[in-house]
């Protein structure tokens, strides 16, 4: 039997050949793969455009209302209590000039008495005394004129002498009686020149009298205790028929015009409030002058810490303290509040009163400022979007306010700020913005001044 062809040996090869060429065909006329570009995926991201706002730089602290005006009553005089009024009572008002209450005068009285009756004696010497000095002169002439006569006298008797008309004895008693003159004229002449010396004597002793009677009339005008200022009463120590001795208790007594109130703050954060001073003030003078000037433009707001309603008291900055507390390095800023019991809301806003803790709002005139929120701020980095890419880009800031970044530079008005949160953050990433309203209108309220300061 003839063996099939595809069983002879020599057939193996075109079988394999056949199949490789067979498969050649296949491939070539297989249609080739197609190439699609790889991209990566986009990222949906917030953000805000940056803008120019009027920023008011913004500070808050705590402090305690006091009044700004105090008095611890004591006695000027000593004695007994003979009156007290009825309104001299803690909590009470009383006014300006009002009678507070009133120390026995008797001694003061006699006092009185006594140094207006020396006063007359003083006066009386004095007019004494020149009464005297006119007499003395007078005096004086005559005894001068009575000299003059004794001595041509004893001239007269002396040349009688040599001729013999008269004794020895009849001169020397005409020499013994002028010397009689001269001690007399002498003896004037000594009064006379005492008279300024005794004026100045009785002078002397009529202003001292003059001052007992003004110091006796004082301490009886201080036997009444009277309110300097419209005040409210605080302790009251004393109470009628009690004896008083110099300088003891009588009672406290607040003004009822202004209450201030002290604030620590760290340097740091005042200097926002006072950025605006010239760089060209030179010496100390000019910097406080303009420190000053500054502080005058601060608005304060004053509210009651634990109050039901918010609603605020207007204030201003009087001054700065003047050392930095050496425990906290703070520095204290003084806030006044005017007529704090004419600001009155009843139900509403109560007085401020000493003892009152309170919360001070500070803001600076407003300053155009590029603005962002905090949270946009990644170490001094900012991610901008820029067409439909991420991009990095360093800023400096000037500083920080609550929820706000105040940037001096590394953007623009304009640019877009990105505000979510992206991890991972990769430069050049597609991302695709759409502007937060919520958190742009929230910039610009906080820049105005309004809303919470976090």
Same mark, same amino acid.
């Given at each position: 039997m003839e063996k099939s062809f595809f069983t002879k040996k020599r057939a193996l090869p075109l079988l394999i050949v056949l199949g490789v060429g067979v498969a050649l065909l296949m491939v070539s006329l297989k249609p080739s793969p197609k190439h699609q570009a790889a991209s990566l995926p986009t990222t949906a991201v917030e953000v805000v455009v940056v803008e120019k706002l009027a920023l008011r730089a913004r500070l808050i602290g705590y402090g305690e209302v006091k009044p700004s005006t105090f008095l611890q009553a004591n006695a $000027?005089?000593?004695?007994?209590?003979? $009156?007290? !009024?009825?309104?001299?009572?803690? #909590?009470?008002?009383?006014? /300006?000039g009002e009678l507070a209450l009133r120390i026995d005068t008797t001694s003061y009285d006699l006092a009185l008495a006594q140094a207006q009756a020396d006063l007359v004696g003083n006066r009386a010497n004095l007019g004494e005394l020149a009464v005297e000095e006119t007499n003395t002169i007078t005096s004086l002439k005559i005894a001068q004129s009575n000299l003059d006569l004794g001595q041509r006298e004893l001239a007269r008797k002396k040349k009688l002498l040599k001729k013999g008309s008269v004794s020895r004895s009849q001169a020397d008693a005409e020499e013994q009686n002028v010397l009689r003159l001269r001690q007399e004229v002498q003896s004037?002449? !000594?009064?006379?020149?005492? +008279?300024?010396?005794?004026?100045?004597?009785? /002078?002397?002793?009529?202003?001292?009298?003059?001052?007992?009677?003004?110091n006796s009339e004082y301490n009886l005008q201080r036997t009444e205790v009277l309110l300097p200022f419209n005040a409210r009463i605080g302790d009251v120590y004393v109470e009628q028929g009690q004896s008083v001795g110099i300088n003891g208790k009588l009672f406290?007594?607040?003004?009822?015009?202004?209450?201030e109130i002290t604030v620590q703050f760290p340097l740091s954060r005042i200097r926002p409030l006072l950025s605006v001073l010239s760089e060209e003030a030179e010496g100390v003078t000019e910097v406080n002058n303009a420190v000053l000037a500054r502080l005058e433009r601060l608005?304060?707001?004053?509210?009651?810490?634990?109050?039901?309603?918010?609603?605020?008291?207007? #204030?201003k900055v009087v001054r700065l303290g003047d050392t930095l507390d050496a425990v906290t390095r703070t520095v204290a800023m003084v806030v006044t509040v005017d007529n704090?019991?004419?600001?009155? +809301?009843?139900?509403?806003?109560?007085?401020? +009163? #000493?003892?009152?803790?309170?919360?001070? /709002?500070?803001?600076?005139?407003? /300053?155009?400022?590029?603005?962002?929120?905090?949270?946009?701020?990644?170490?001094?980095?900012v991610y901008v979007v820029s067409e439909g890419t991420l991009q990095v880009r360093e800023v400096v800031l000037g500083f920080q306010q609550g929820e706000l970044s105040v940037v001096h530079s590394g953007i623009e008005v304009g640019d877009q700020v990105i505000v979510t949160d992206l991890v991972p953050a990769i430069p050049g990433m597609a991302v695709q913005a759409s502007v937060d309203n919520e958190s742009q209108q929230s910039l610009r309220q906080l820049a105005s001044g309004n809303g919470d300061l976090k």
């Open positions: $000027e005089v000593g004695g007994r209590v003979v $009156e007290v !009024s009825p309104k001299l009572k803690n #909590g009470a008002f009383l006014d /300006e004037l002449q !000594s009064q006379v020149t005492m +008279i300024p010396t005794r004026r100045q004597v009785l /002078e002397a002793q009529l202003l001292r009298a003059q001052a007992q009677v003004r406290d007594a607040s003004g009822m015009g202004q209450v608005q304060a707001r004053v509210y009651l810490v634990g109050a039901d309603v918010d609603m605020p008291w207007t #204030g704090p019991y004419q600001q009155v +809301i009843p139900g509403r806003r109560p007085p401020l +009163i #000493g003892g009152m803790y309170t919360k001070v /709002e500070l803001l600076a005139p407003p /300053e155009p400022a590029l603005v962002i929120p905090r949270r946009a701020v990644h170490q001094n980095h």
